[in-house]
Nanobody, 134 residues
Framework: QVQLVESGGGLVQTGGSLRLSCQAS????????IAWFRQRPGKKREGLSC???????YYEDTVKGRFTVSSDNSKNVVYLQLANLKPEDPAVYYC????????????????????????????WGQGTQVTVSS
């Protein structure tokens, strides 16, 4: 059974940090790109970052320098370290997986690594809530 399970969300003060985890099972982890998304209240789901099977990482400009994605392939887990959290960061954070070839093909067509279109037919987790207090 294919599963992506996010964890690590919670309540943190402005300027604080959290580490989110995305535990994958039921598919070949190393053949997939894993992306992180978030959905803020009243807004569309937005892509944040992506990590490919051999380690390259990519970030959307608004989170570059604050968020860091990494993976532990031995444990089939991807992390998203959130730092210097701001009032605009509260959201449900999701991870999603898609075959690397599909993501790379989209890049060649001018899409970003975290374009939701790559992941529509892939796997999604249920999300983890991040709340930031002032």
């Amino acid at each position: 059974q294919v599963q992506l399970v996010e964890s690590g969300g919670g309540l943190v003060q402005t300027g604080g940090s959290l580490r989110l985890s995305c535990q994958a099972s039921g598919f070949t982890f190393n053949d997939h790109a894993i992306a992180w998304f978030r959905q803020r209240p009243g807004k569309k789901r937005e892509g944040l970052s992506c990590i490919l099977d051999d380690g390259p990482t990519y970030y959307e400009d608004t989170v570059k320098g604050r968020f860091t994605v990494s993976s532990d392939n031995s444990k089939n887990v991807v992390y998203l370290q959130l730092a210097n959290l701001k009032p605009e960061d509260p959201a449900v954070y999701y991870c999603a997986a898609a075959p690397v070839w599909q993501v790379v093909g989209g890049i060649l067509a001018g899409q970003t690594y975290w374009d939701p279109a790559h992941y529509e037919s892939g796997y999604w987790g249920q999300g983890t809530q991040v709340t930031v207090s002032s």
